[in-house]
């Protein structure tokens, strides 16, 4: 069955810089499996995430930027009407508010203060191998 899945940002950054390791893979059958979901909110903080000229050693700019522009496109955009304050980490409530607005079952991430919350509200918080575990074995 399809879940709805939010993805945080540093997730997401290590499927495009890396697109050939197992992040990546675990990401592709997410799409193919379920649905990847975003706000204006969540999508902004990648995009300027991305757009950093660190990255450049990783990846060429024009590529991340060819990356986003595809996930933006792809991805299902809800409208974050919440705005809950429940993650220590008070830029992480972006990720938790897209969850809550569009009825996702699954945050994937990898940042320590989304992770202690599991699970949030039923929503499942967790890492790509442990997404990959209960999500994407059945699949």
Known sequence: MRKKVVFDTSSLLTVCIYSDREPAQIFRLAWLHHEVVATPQ???ELAQVIGR?????????QVRMAWLQNHAAN???YQSESQ?????????????DAALAASAEVIVCSDKDLLVLYPYRNIDVL????FRQKYLTAA
């Open 42 to 44: 969540t999508l902004a």
């Open 53 to 61: 000229p660190k990255f450049d050693n990783w990846r060429p700019h």
């Open 75 to 77: 991805v299902v955009e």
């Open 84 to 96: 809950v304050t429940d993650c220590r980490d008070a830029k992480d409530n972006k990720f938790l």
């Open 127 to 130: 890492n790509l191998q442990d």
